[in-house]
Antibody, heavy 117, light 108 residues
Framework: QVHLVESGGGLVKPGGSLRLSCAAS????????MSWIRQAPGKGLECLSYISSSGRDIYYADSVKGRFTISRDNSENSLYLQMSSLRAEDTAVYYC??????????WGQGSLVTVSS | SYVLTQIPSVSVAPGQTATITCGKN??????VHWYQQKPGQAPVLVVNDDSDRPSGIPERFSGSNSGNTATLTISRVEAGDEADYYCQVWDSRSDLILFGGGTKLTVL
């Protein structure tokens, strides 16, 4: 079955950078769009970015455009999110999710990112 | 502006029917998808494309979409259904993906 495991979260200072990874298994990774979604403490869900199966098409939410970069390595079945210029409001659990047609059909368990001095 | 509007909380007794709505004024005929999120867990897709149920989701969960409102209906509610529920749409033309603010379902 589909298995998504995020890693790379942790505590970072404002203005700092962090790279999240998502290891995928149980499906043909190279055939699917993938995405990053976050949830601030006690808040709702926010789709940050998605990337097409080839990596050619990418979407970013306005809240992270210019600061975050999504990428993938189909040979490694991995998805990445490079985050820079981090702010306190970026503190959240970050989920990797498979983006199928128009919805997210499988999610990882999430990785907590805390931005604090 | 593009907003999906959900009532913050809904309460229902076990065995009754829970109705959770999603106001999608600016999204017209866009398909709506629903997720269930239990405390400390990742969201789970429970309804996609307005009314389809993914494999493993009980038939008690159903969805509909008409006019400006989409609805998730949970029949014969159980204690285990207590969770936050989020609606979501994707507007491919504007490349906008949006979640509603979520509805907390409390089973009395």
């Amino acid at each position: 079955q589909v298995h998504l495991v995020e890693s790379g979260g942790g505590l970072v200072k404002p203005g700092g950078s962090l790279r999240l990874s998502c290891a995928a298994s149980g499906f043909t990774f190279s055939s699917y769009f993938m995405s990053w979604i976050r949830q601030a403490p006690g808040k709702g869900l926010e789709c940050l970015s998605y990337i097409s199966s080839s990596g050619r098409d990418i979407y970013y939410a306005d809240s992270v455009k210019g600061r975050f970069t999504i990428s993938r390595d189909n040979s490694e079945n991995s998805l990445y999110l490079q985050m820079s210029s981090l702010r306190a409001e970026d503190t959240a659990v970050y989920y990797c999710a498979r983006f199928r047609a128009a919805y997210f059909d499988s999610w990882g368990q999430g990785s907590l990112v805390t931005v604090s001095s | 502006s593009y907003v999906l509007t959900q009532i913050p909380s809904v309460s229902v007794a076990p065995g009754q029917t829970a109705t959770i709505t999603c106001g999608k004024n600016n999204f017209g005929s866009k398909l709506v998808h629903w997720y269930q999120q239990k405390p400390g867990q990742a969201p789970v897709l429970v309804v996609n494309d307005d009314s389809d149920r993914p494999s493993g989701i009980p038939e008690r969960f159903s969805g509909s979409n008409s006019g400006n409102t989409a609805t998730l209906t949970i029949s014969r509610v159980e204690a285990g259904d207590e969770a936050d529920y989020y609606c979501q749409v994707w507007d491919s033309r504007s490349d906008l993906i949006l979640f509603g603010g979520g509805t907390k379902l409390t089973v009395l």
